[in-house]
Nanobody, 125 residues
């Protein structure tokens, strides 16, 4: 398995940006497609973005398309979600997750085999 640790969350004003990180350890990072999820207060965890193991293809939820860019540096074993033009509806705990293979970018939680502990993002109006 792979161990995942998110960082970079915090409090930001509406319209601001955050560059989050997800550091991986334990196995070769590139063999895992990666997902980025969030759980807003009172809601279920939802898919936000995903990227294949090589970084060649990325996928986004409609709610963040155009405002979030996901990338990865396999040499550094790190995933980088860059979030721009944040709004209060983006307030949530954000999680990274490792998929079951380099092309396994799924949109449901059950398609992922390892999860980080999450990082809180709070957007003030």
């Amino acid at each position: 398995q792979v161990q995942l640790v998110e960082s970079g969350g915090g409090l930001v004003q509406a319209g601001g940006s955050l560059r989050l990180s997800c550091a991986a350890s334990g196995r070769a990072f590139s063999i895992f497609a990666m997902g980025w999820f969030r759980r807003a207060p009172g809601k279920e965890r939802e898919f936000v973005a995903g990227i294949t193991g090589s970084g060649g293809r990325s996928y986004y939820a409609d709610s963040v398309r155009g405002r979030l860019t996901i990338s990865r540096d396999n040499a550094k074993n790190t995933l980088y979600p860059q979030m721009n033009t944040l709004n209060p509806e983006d307030t949530a705990v954000y999680y990274c997750a490792a998929g079951n293979g380099p092309f396994a970018v799924g949109r449901t939680e059950s398609e992922y085999v390892s999860w980080g502990q999450g990082t809180q993002v709070t957007v003030s109006s």
